[in-house]
């Protein structure tokens, strides 16, 4: 199915609680050429090796994959989780006059400041402020995602059950529709027992439950429901929902709601198809995660963007030109890119404003919306 997204969404969560070892990022190439296209070079940071929770490998091949048969030159550098090795990849950027950063998984999306500097733009999951950011992915834009869907099937009674210290994205659930009563439970990570917190819940009479944990958690958290009885809808961001979870719960799962900001890995939709095909070609052992759909839809948005570019595809005139975008196409694994700054400045770079839910039936994930606007819950929320 997936690995747990960049800086966003989960990384949002565990990287809050958990110490990354670090190491320096280094560099590789790869790109054919095309008479057709631009020449120019991307880099594509991100934690590529590490914690095996937190890295995803597969994002160069995804962006590989996307460029394969122009002249583009891909260059990589893996951050490895660590802030050093993430601001020596950005000076290796710098250095390399890339005309931008796919940003994984990366250090970058805590930090670009040396890349804001040198005026590159950074595209993929990144923050949603910094002037150079183009930001596809964005936690807090899911994690609003799952009070909207939660709203929309008819829950008023909203409960949260999320890690201390990730008070942040509750209120971003909060922020998705307008509720009766909003119960939250907090707790600790890698909480022994959760059943007090799922009866506190439970006394308030929630009629849905949200879930913002590590994967290991929403276990426990499905158990006590069902200890407690709760006969309540839940929902959560699908990159906590990874294969063994899903293993773990079995039927327990059915009827779980799924958010994701881009078409799932495992949708049967053409465009997951083409980048199965793709990444393939570039590499079969690399799997087809949510991580991957987002590199490779960024590489598809930089090269509609050089499209435009008269001249020499440079980090200001890509600037430029990513600015330009309007309804965008990445063939369905986002909605139409439009780069159009929301009014709330704490999200006014993120223009993938949009979500998508999937509901759980026997160990998959069925489609069960077409992508939502988000925008007017972020433009509640005031951080």
């Known amino acids: 199915m997936k690995r747990l997204k960049a800086r966003n969404v989960i990384a949002a969560i565990a990287l809050s609680t958990t110490a990354l070892v670090g190491a320096i990022g280094t560099a590789s190439s790869a790109g054919a050429a095309s008479t ?3 020449a120019y070079t991307v880099m594509v940071i991100g934690t590529f090796t590490g914690l095996q929770s937190y890295s995803l490998p597969e994002l160069p091949t995804a962006v590989q994959a996307a460029f394969k048969g122009t002249k583009v030159k891909v260059i990589t550098c893996d951050d490895q989780g660590s802030t050093s090795a993430g601001q020596n990849c950005m000076h290796q950027a710098v250095a390399d006059h890339v005309a931008a950063v796919d940003a994984g998984f ?3 999306a805590g930090d670009e400041s040396i890349l804001t500097q040198a ?6 999951t990144t923050d949603a402020t910094s002037p150079n950011s183009f930001a ?17 099937s008819g829950c008023r009674r909203l409960g949260i059950l999320y890690l201390d210290g990730t ?23 890698n909480a022994p027992d959760l059943t007090p917190s799922i009866a506190k819940l439970a006394e308030a009479k929630v009629q849905c439950v949200a879930i913002s944990t590590e994967p290991n958690t929403v276990i426990q958290a499905m158990t006590a429901i069902k200890q407690n009885n709760l006969n309540v809808k839940v929902a959560m961001v ?14 327990q799962a059915n009827g779980i709601i799924a958010i994701d900001g881009t078409v799932d890995p495992a949708d049967k939709a053409p465009v997951v198809v083409t980048i199965k095909k793709q990444m393939h070609a570039v590499n079969s052992k690399e799997p087809v995660t949510t991580g991957a759909i987002i590199a490779w839809a960024s590489a598809k948005l930089l090269q509609d963007a050089a499209q435009n570019i008269h001249g020499p595809v440079t980090a200001a005139s890509m600037m430029t030109a990513l ?21 709330n400045p704490a999200f006014a770079r993120f223009f993938n404003h949009y979500d998508i839910d999937y509901v759980i039936k026997n160990g998959h994930l069925v489609r069960l919306t077409n992508f939502y606007d988000v925008t007017s819950a972020l433009d509640n929320k005031s951080a």
């Open 36 to 38: 057709s296209s631009p």
């Open 106 to 108: 990366a250090e970058v």
């Open 119 to 124: 005026g590159i733009p950074v595209i993929g």
């Open 136 to 152: 596809v992915s964005n936690g807090t834009g899911q994690y609003a995602g799952i009070g909207v869907g939660l709203y929309k």
């Open 167 to 189: 008070d942040f994205l509750a209120q971003s659930i909060i922020s998705g529709g307008k509720w009766q009563s909003v119960t939250k439970a907090s707790i600790p990570i």
């Open 238 to 251: 699908s990159a906590i929902l990874t294969p063994q979870v899903l293993s773990s719960l079995g039927s």
């Open 323 to 343: 600015s330009a975008l309007r309804n965008a196409s990445t063939d369905g694994a986002i909605p139409p890119f439009t780069a159009t700054p929301l009014t």
